[in-house]
C-alpha cells in the first residue's frame, strides 16, 4: 500500500515537472519586475525614464537588449477553427521574419490559441498584457473574440490590427486602439445581397447564421439589404455551432423553397450543413457562403457535395510584391496563400503595417529599447501604407481596409473567380 | 371514480403541480394547433424529414443510454467517460475503414477493398468498433472505479469525470485535434438514399439513416434477448437487485460487472460507428454531446431502466427534431427544450417515464 502512495506522488510530481518546463510561447517569465509599473503614469523620477515616456499616457514598452519586440495574437490555433489562425498567424510571422529589425532588435510573434471563442479572446487578451515586450497586437481573428478583447487593450494602450475581424459594430464603440485591414461585414452583406438579387436574378432567398457575433451579423445585413433592393427572404433560420446533423433547420428552411441560401458562419458548419443539402430538400439550391466559409477545409470536406458553393475572399491584385510572398509562403510552409482562409495576405500587410507604425516612434536609448505605447496607438490608427492589398489609410474609427470581397465559386473541387457570364 | 377523487388530498404542491400541468398542457396545444394547421409553414414532406432525422439520431442516443442505464443498474454510478467509449470506438472504426479503402479489393483491377467487399469491411469495421470500445470500457471499470468500490457515491463519480477529460486529451494528442471524415463504402455513401415521393415533393431517406436505425433496433433486441433469456442476463438482474444476496447465490459479482461494463461499452462502440458512418465528421469531442444528451435520455427513461433507455433515446430524438418545429421556436434553441422536457418529467415522475420506484437499498 505504502508503495503505491510514493507510486502516485512521484506520478504526479513528474507530471507537474513536466508541465512546467514546457516552453510554450510564454513570455512571462522573462519579465523583470519593475516593468508592470510602467503601464500606469508614474511620478517617480527613477533618473533613467525618457522624458517622452513619462510624458505618454500608457508610458513606454521596454525592450531590454537580446529581447525580441513583441507582437501579440489571438487566433484558433487549435479545433474547428483552425485553419484560420494557422494561416493568419503564419503569413503575419512571414512579414516579422523577413524584416530586418530596428536598431539591433528584432521582430517575435506571440499567437495564443483562442480556439474561436469570446471567452478565450478575452483571456488571451489579459494575457497578452501581462507581457511588457508585447508592443501591438495583430488581431484577434474572430469578430468575436475580437470584441470581447477591445476593451482590455484599450485599457493597456495596445494598439491592434486585425486581419480579419470583419463585424462592422467593432469600430462602432469609440475604441482609440483597434483598427482593422478586413472588410466589414456591412460591405461584404451588401456586396452579396447586390450579387444575388441583381447578378444572379435570384428573387427568394433563405438566410442562415450560426448565432456567433460574424454570422448573424452578416446574415442581418444580407437579409436587409435584400429585401431593400426588392427581394423576398422566404426563411431565416440559426443553428447551434459544432453540431453533427443540421438536416431539421435545413428543411425548414427547404420548406420555403428558397433559389438560394445564404450562410453566415465558418467552414466547421458549412461542410456539415453541405453534406445533408439533399437530405434536407436543398438539392440544387445555391449555397452562398462568406469569408467564413472559403478555403481548401471546405471543398476537401465536401467533396462533390461542396460543387457551385459560393464564398468570399480577400485576394488582392496581382503584382510582383504578391508573387514574390506567395513563393516565399509555399516555400516555408505546407499549404498555399490563400488556401486555408481568405485572409493570407492581408495578414502578411497586418504585420507590415504594425512593423512601420513601430519604427516610426520607437528610439534606443542606452541598450534598451523604448516603444511610448500612446504614441503608437496614434501612429497604427494613422498609417498609411501601401501593401499587397492596396493603400491601408486608416479613418477616424480605424478603418483601414484596401479592397473589397472578391467572390468565389467551388468548380471541379476548387475554389475559381466567380465568372457569371455561365 | 368520484371516491377516489375525494380521496385526494389537495396539498399545496400538488394544486401548484396541476396549475403547472394544465397550463403547459393548454399552451402546448395551442402552439400545435397553431403550427400544424393555422400557420401551416411546413408541409407534410418537411415533417417527414423532422421525423426521419429525429429517429436516426434517437437510435443512437438509446444505443448509448443503455450503456449509462446497465451501469447505473448495477454499481449506482453515472459512468461520465461513456461518451469518451463512444469516441474511441469511432476512431476504431474510422481506421479500420481508412485501411480498407487504401488496400486494393480481391481479384478486381482498381477498386479498393471498401467497395469490393463493402458489406465485410462493415461488419469489420464494427466488430473492431466495438470491440475496441468494449476493452475501453472494461479498462475504465478496473482502472477508474473498481479501486474506489467501498468509498462513498460521490467519489467514483469524479474518477469518471477524471477518466473522461483523460481520455478526450488522450485522443486529441494521439490523434491530432482536426476533424476527419469517415470514408463510407459507394453502396452506403452519405446523403444518398431512397426517394419518398410526398405530395408533389419527395423526401430523401438516407441509406446510412436506415442502415443506423435499423442496426439500432436490431442491437436493442438483441440486448433484451440477453438481460432477459440467458444466465448472464439473469446474473446482472441478480446482481442490480441485491449484490450481496447474488453473491451468496454464488454468483461472481466482479465477473459480471466487468461484463456489464464489456457490454455497454460495445453497444457505444457500435453507436460511435455509426456515428461516423451517418455523420461523417468526428473529433476527440465526438463523444461530449452524444454523452449528456444519451445520459439525459436514460435519466428520461428512468434510470436503471432498460426499455427506459430505449424509450427515452427515442424520445429525446424525436423531441430535438420535432420539438422546435412544433413548437415554432427557433431551431437554435432545440437543447433548451429537451432539457425544459427533461426537468419537466423529473418534476412530475421523477422517476423517470418508465422508472421504477427505487427500493431502499437502492438509495
Request: proline share 4%; net charge negative.
Amino acid at each position: 500500500m505504502k508503495f503505491k502512495h510514493i507510486l502516485v506522488i512521484l506520478l504526479i510530481a513528474a507530471f507537474a515537472l513536466a508541465g512546467c518546463t514546457q516552453q510554450t510561447e510564454e513570455p512571462m517569465e522573462t519579465e523583470e519586475p519593475e516593468e508592470t509599473e510602467e503601464v500606469v503614469e508614474t511620478e517617480e523620477s527613477e533618473g533613467t525614464l525618457p522624458q517622452v515616456c513619462l510624458d505618454d499616457a500608457f508610458g513606454c514598452a521596454e525592450i531590454p537588449a537580446g529581447e525580441t519586440i513583441k507582437i501579440g495574437m489571438g487566433a484558433p490555433l487549435l479545433g474547428d477553427y483552425s485553419m484560420f489562425g494557422t494561416d493568419i498567424s503564419q503569413a503575419v510571422a512571414l512579414a516579422l521574419a523577413q524584416d530586418d529589425g530596428f536598431e539591433g532588435f528584432t521582430y517575435e510573434l506571440v499567437a495564443e490559441d483562442t480556439g474561436g471563442t469570446p471567452e478565450a479572446g478575452a483571456a488571451v487578451a489579459n494575457l497578452l498584457v501581462t507581457d511588457p515586450t508585447v508592443v501591438a497586437i495583430a488581431g484577434h481573428i474572430f469578430s468575436g473574440s475580437t470584441d470581447a478583447a477591445i476593451p482590455i487593450y484599450d485599457t493597456a494602450g495596445l494598439p491592434m490590427m486585425s486581419p480579419s475581424a470583419t463585424n462592422p459594430d467593432l469600430t462602432q464603440k469609440g475604441s482609440a486602439v483597434f483598427n482593422r485591414l478586413a472588410f466589414t461585414d456591412a460591405d461584404q452583406g451588401r456586396s452579396a445581397a447586390n450579387l444575388l438579387f441583381n447578378e444572379l436574378g435570384f428573387t427568394k432567398i433563405g438566410v442562415m447564421h450560426d448565432g456567433g457575433t460574424y454570422g448573424q451579423g452578416l446574415a442581418d445585413v444580407v437579409q436587409a439589404e435584400f429585401e431593400n433592393l426588392g427581394g423576398e427572404v422566404v426563411a431565416y433560420e440559426g443553428i447551434t455551432p459544432g453540431e453533427a446533423d443540421y438536416v431539421a433547420p435545413l428543411s425548414a428552411v427547404a420548406a420555403g423553397e428558397p433559389e438560394a441560401v445564404y450562410f453566415g458562419g465558418y467552414a466547421a458548419d458549412a461542410i456539415v450543413m453541405m453534406n445533408q443539402w439533399a437530405q434536407a430538400g436543398l438539392e440544387g439550391v445555391l449555397f452562398f457562403g462568406c469569408d467564413g466559409t472559403f478555403g481548401v477545409e471546405f471543398t476537401d470536406k465536401t467533396g462533390a457535395n461542396g460543387e457551385g458553393a459560393i464564398a468570399a475572399s480577400l485576394v488582392p491584385p496581382d503584382s510582383a510584391e504578391k508573387t514574390a510572398f506567395d513563393e516565399a509562403y509555399a516555400a516555408e510552409y505546407p499549404t498555399e496563400a490563400g488556401e486555408l482562409s481568405a485572409f493570407t495576405w492581408s495578414s502578411f500587410d497586418t504585420g507590415n503595417v504594425l512593423i512601420a507604425a513601430i519604427e516610426s516612434v520607437a528610439f534606443v536609448e542606452g541598450d534598451t529599447l523604448f516603444v511610448p505605447r500612446g504614441a503608437l496607438v496614434e501612429a497604427v490608427r494613422n498609417s498609411d501604407f501601401t501593401g499587397l492589398t492596396g493603400l491601408i489609410k486608416c479613418d477616424e474609427i480605424g478603418e483601414c481596409n484596401a479592397s473589397g470581397p472578391a467572390f468565389y465559386q467551388v468548380v471541379d473541387g476548387v475554389w475559381v473567380p466567380l465568372d457569371l457570364g455561365s | 371514480m368520484i371516491e377516489k377523487i375525494k380521496k385526494i388530498r389537495f396539498t399545496p404542491r400538488l394544486i401548484l403541480r396541476m396549475v403547472i400541468a394544465v397550463a403547459l398542457l393548454v399552451y402546448l396545444t395551442w402552439r400545435v394547433v397553431q403550427v400544424t394547421s393555422s400557420e401551416a409553414v411546413f408541409g407534410a414532406d418537411t415533417w417527414l424529414r423532422f421525423l426521419i432525422s429525429g429517429l436516426v439520431i434517437g437510435g443512437m442516443y438509446a444505443l448509448i443510454a443503455i450503456g449509462y442505464t446497465l451501469v447505473y443498474g448495477i454499481l449506482f454510478m453515472i459512468n461520465f467517460a461513456h461518451g469518451e467509449v463512444m469516441m474511441l470506438g469511432t476512431f476504431a472504426g474510422y481506421f479500420v475503414l481508412e485501411a480498407f479503402s487504401a488496400i486494393p479489393g480481391p481479384g478486381t483491377e482498381g477498386v479498393n477493398f471498401l467497395n469490393a467487399q463493402p458489406i465485410i469491411a462493415l461488419i469489420l469495421a464494427f466488430i473492431v468498433g466495438a470491440g475496441v470500445a468494449a476493452l475501453f470500457g472494461f479498462l475504465l471499470e478496473r482502472i477508474a472505479y473498481r479501486p474506489l468500490r467501498g468509498a462513498p457515491r460521490l467519489i467514483p463519480l469524479i474518477s469518471a469525470i477524471g477518466a473522461s477529460i483523460f481520455l478526450q486529451n488522450a485522443a486529441q494528442l494521439l490523434f491530432g485535434p482536426q476533424r476527419r471524415q469517415y470514408s463510407n463504402p459507394d453502396l452506403l455513401w452519405r446523403g444518398t438514399g431512397w426517394m419518398i415521393p410526398v405530395g408533389d415533393k419527395s423526401v430523401m431517406l438516407t441509406y446510412t439513416g436506415v442502415f443506423s436505425f435499423v442496426l439500432s433496433i436490431l442491437l436493442m433486441i438483441g440486448l433484451f434477448i440477453l438481460v432477459k433469456k440467458t444466465k448472464l442476463g439473469k446474473s446482472m438482474r441478480a446482481v442490480a437487485e441485491n449484490k450481496q444476496a447474488a453473491a451468496l447465490m454464488g454468483i461472481d459479482v466482479d465477473s459480471v460487472i466487468s461484463k456489464t461494463f464489456l457490454i455497454s461499452g460495445a453497444l457505444a462502440g457500435a453507436a460511435g460507428v455509426m456515428w461516423g458512418i451517418h455523420n461523417g465528421l468526428f473529433n476527440h469531442y465526438v463523444g461530449f454531446i452524444p454523452g449528456i444528451k444519451a445520459f439525459t435520455a436514460a435519466v428520461l427513461g428512468g434510470i436503471g431502466n432498460i426499455p427506459g433507455a430505449m424509450l427515452g433515446g427515442m424520445v429525446l430524438g424525436l423531441m430535438e427534431s420535432l420539438g422546435p418545429a412544433l413548437l415554432g421556436l427557433d431551431f437554435q434553441i432545440k437543447d433548451v427544450i429537451a432539457f425544459t422536457i427533461l426537468i419537466l418529467v423529473l418534476i412530475f415522475r421523477p422517476s423517470g417515464l418508465l422508472g421504477e420506484a427505487l427500493t431502499e437499498e437502492k438509495i
